[in-house]
């Protein structure tokens, strides 16, 4: 394949490109970063349209714009619709980082920036690899691009603009590179996401800060009840007590548990790749199975009091956390969310008043190993990795997944490069040389195995 030559050729440029997007702070949360963002989308244009798109175009949102261009070079063919997100994740706490987050550089083989995996690096393989077929004269395959600059903000006005346009939207496969791998030995192709439910708790106690000696023992303070009602939600098998929690969660078999069982796993790396004494889960799952098939709950973020330097004595008024639950097939966000709420209300003792806020969720995805979209990719990385690869559950949550199964009747290949070390979202985000270049191959060999699949 041409294409191949081609990207080999280009290996500097691509990377250069890659660190100028880097460079571009384009964290959706942030307002002050609301200019960035915009950068980043009009170097995508710029980019898409150099590479050989036909019509690119900035579509504005009520939030950050969404790049959407596409070349269609006859209607015969089937048309791949790549979706990406250009917006990064906070930067925070920037002391923890090696590297400034937003000035690539390359240590060991990895690129460490924010965003390098996440999804600056691997949504811009896809760019390189249209690039690469374009100038090849290899193209396969009408490919339109969509990609936008909320994702990490829950995609709500992406939401809106594939309910709006979908005819616009048509196409055989959605092809995502977004998720990760098991490792660069074992390729592996991912087929389920988890759904997110997303609240913030705030308890208010007395009407104001209090002398935590005057006060303390007679009045209830927020932050110890918070805590006591947090560790309810929990019981000593990491069960979540939230009543009706699990009615829906789907069951898989004995056959099923058995396969998933079969890909490689490491209990001792995984401990002492994070420095953990022990994990801890869902009593009777594994620790692929507690994070592809199973529910949880998680506290992200927890406030309230004096957390300055030194001590003041305060019974706080006030005390706030941040929740997630993310969710596995058959359970509903909004459902999900509600028996939250209602539970939380319940347990709070009267000393204290309870406002649950929702932030954005989503719902999981499964995607099928049957169909011509995931046939082509299992061949793609079979080629370019020399290894067929495992199907495999992953924790995390890309909303937008269901939507498009929901909304545009189409399953998302999940062809994703990430390593768990990787580090998304978190200081020192990487992703690795290899790994870059070794995804804009297997997206150009996706292309022509779809293409040969489909007639
Ligand atoms: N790319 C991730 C999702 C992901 C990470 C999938 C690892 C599989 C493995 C995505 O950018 C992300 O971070 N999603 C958010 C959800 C969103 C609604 C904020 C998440 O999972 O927290
Ligand atoms: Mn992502
Ligand atoms: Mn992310």
Not at 182 to 210: A, K, M
Request: charged content about 25%; aromatic content about 8%; hydrophobic content about 35%.
């Amino acid at each position: 394949m041409k294409s191949l030559v081609y990207i080999n050729d280009h290996k500097q440029q691509f990377l250069d490109e890659l660190f100028a997007l880097l460079r571009i702070p384009s964290v959706s949360a942030d307002s002050k970063f609301k200019d960035e963002v915009r950068n980043a989308a009009s170097f995508l244009k710029e980019k898409l349209e150099k590479a050989g798109a036909d019509t690119v175009e900035i579509i504005e949102t009520a939030g950050h714009p969404i790049v959407y261009g596409e070349k269609i070079i006859d209607s015969n063919l089937p048309t791949i619709l790549v979706y990406g997100h250009y917006d990064v994740q906070p930067a925070d706490p920037y002391e923890l980082w090696d590297s400034p987050p937003f000035e690539p550089v390359i240590k060991n083989e990895k690129i460490y920036a924010r965003g390098a995996c996440d999804d600056k690096g691997q949504m811009y393989m896809h760019i390189k690899a249209f690039e690469a077929m374009v100038a090849s004269d290899e193209l396969s395959c009408n490919v339109k691009f969509m990609i936008e600059g909320e994702e990490e903000v829950g995609s709500e006005n992406l939401e809106a603009f594939v309910k709006e346009n979908k005819t616009r939207l048509k196409s055989d496969v959605i092809l995502i590179s977004d998720t990760g791998i098991i490792s660069n030995e074992t390729p592996s192709i991912t087929v389920g996401l988890r759904g997110l439910s997303y609240v913030e708790v705030e308890l208010i106690g007395p009407n104001r800060d209090l002398h935590s000696g005057m006060y303390g023992g007679a009045v209830d303070n927020p932050i110890n009840v918070l805590c006591d009602m947090i560790a309810k939600l929990k019981d000593e098998n990491g069960k979540i007590t939230i009543p009706g929690f699990y009615d829906k969660v789907e069951v898989l078999s004995d056959h099923q548990r058995a396969e998933m069982a079969k890909a490689p796993f490491s209990l001792e790396k995984y401990k002492s790749d994070l420095a953990l004494g022990d994990v801890f889960g869902e009593k009777g799952y594994s620790t692929i199975e507690r994070t592809g098939i199973r529910p949880t709950l998680d506290v992200n973020g927890i406030w309230g009091g004096y957390t300055g330097e030194g001590a003041k004595t305060v019974l706080p008024s006030k005390a706030s956390a941040k929740i997630s639950m993310r969710l596995v097939p058959n359970q509903d966000s909004t459902e999900i969310t509600k028996l939250f709420e209602d539970y939380f209300k319940k347990i709070a003792p009267s000393s204290v008043s309870v406002k649950v806020m929702p932030h954005h969720g989503g719902e999981a995805a499964v995607v099928s190993t049957e169909s011509i979209g995931y046939k082509a990719a299992e061949k793609a990385m079979s080629e370019s990795f020399g290894k067929i690869p495992i199907p495999t559950r992953e924790g995390g949550s890309i909303p937008i997944v269901a939507l498009f199964q929901k909304e545009l009747e189409l399953d998302s290949i999940l062809l994703g490069f990430g390593l768990d070390e990787d580090a998304i979202h978190s200081p020192n985000e990487s992703y690795g040389l290899f790994n870059y270049y070794k995804g804009i191959e297997t997206i150009a060999l996706y292309h022509k195995h779809f293409a040969e699949l489909s007639k």
